[in-house]
């Protein structure tokens, strides 16, 4: 099960979805937003998508997963849209037989949907700047009155 | 060929909108297309060497050719979860 | 916060309790009752504990991981007693400003509780045996009418 | 001096008492409450060597000395979790 949503997380759903008699283990990650990054202070974010590649690439890496763990379960939800500090963005929850393979397939997941799943977080610093995070570019703040642009 | 090719993120911003149609040769390919982008939108010439570029939901090299009807997208370097 | 209890864990009071505006990445951990093991059905299982030793087994153990890890937030529950198919039987929680610690920390903790802390299962199979999971000890199965002992 | 040994999971099941009460010289190790419970509960000798033994709830090593009035605990293989 993945889901892309603008509503925030109900993480006992997840649990429940990949609940079965044939697991021992679960694992829940859960991605939340920080107060600080690099000493600097965030006031809220703002993720966006896009929508028909970020559904298909999460439908194939938890097909991946599937394959490699031999899951019980798994499920991952990413929140988009407003979110404030302390809000969980992303979860990704797994059930296995045994708990090596829970742990390994969550730690793969959430990793490999932070390379390639099609999701972009702005920051809206607590000093009034905004930011698209993009690793590896060197992006310009740009203050919210001045819309987008560079 | 018409392709319309989806911007996001930073990439909009620079744009200064969500989308470009261009039109290309059949048989274009994704360098093609890039060099396209970078003369119609300098703005979006300097990170344009850091966007992935994704031909119906999936990433594709530079060297691919861009089938006729395919969606296209822009898509910088990711920051989700 | 450790605890050690009779009563259902409830997963959303322990995520509550691990969240931090510090935190980036919570890791949860539950321990489920599977049906099968090696092909033989479970029925339903019994926890015991020494209850002075295993608190202060689970004090420690978060306290450790505390100071490895740098956590911004950490809960460890128990339950021990009477459990169904598909119950946790344990939680662990852990949050953490970057995701990498989180796993660790999580798996460090559940990969060491099962080591150290004095809670044992008992196996109540479906066929009517019960037999105390004592891990490199070879232990007799009894049947529930003949009681302790042999 | 008079120890009280906690007995769980297989280890009372064979002794058919969570506790059993050893008087022991002043000094004794570990070791020699081994011996003492081997010899007091012959079902446990065969188990014995897999248990590890606690005192103030801590694992102690068999040439431990036992403080007077500690609380000591047999611990079987744990399977929690």
Not at chain 1, 30 to 50: A, I, K, P
Not at chain 2, 17 to 38: K, N
Not at chain 2, 48 to 75: F, K, N, T
Request: with cysteine; aromatic share 6%; glycine share 8%.
């Amino acid at each position: 099960m993945v889901e892309i949503t603008t509503a925030p997380i109900d993480t006992e759903v997840l649990l429940r979805q990949v609940g079965s008699p044939q697991a021992g283990a679960v694992v829940l990650f859960l991605g939340t937003t920080r107060e600080f990054t690099r000493g600097r202070q965030t006031g809220s974010l703002d993720y966006e998508c896009y929508p028909e590649m970020a559904q298909k690439k999460l439908e194939e890496l938890e097909q991946q997963a599937q394959a490699r763990w031999l899951l019980t379960g798994c499920a991952i939800v990413h929140r988009i849209g407003h979110l404030e500090i302390g809000e969980a963005s992303v979860a990704v929850a797994v059930s296995t037989p045994h708990r090596q393979a829970a742990f390994e397939a969550g730690q793969w997941l959430i990793d490999t949907l932070k390379q390639i799943v099609p999701i972009w977080k702005k920051e809206n610093w607590a000093d009034g700047e905004s930011q698209w995070v993009h690793p590896g570019l060197d992006v310009s703040p740009t203050l919210p009155a001045t819309g987008s642009g560079n | 060929m018409k392709v319309d090719v989806r911007l996001f993120a930073v990439a909009r911003d620079l744009a200064g909108s969500d989308f470009i149609s261009l039109e290309l040769p059949a048989g274009s390919t994704v360098a093609q297309l890039r060099a396209r982008l970078s003369a119609e939108i300098p703005a979006l010439a300097g990170v344009l060497p850091h966007i992935l570029i994704a031909v119906g939901s999936d990433y594709v090299r530079d060297d691919a050719i861009i089938p006729a009807g395919s969606e296209v997208a822009c898509i910088p370097p990711v920051s989700g979860g």
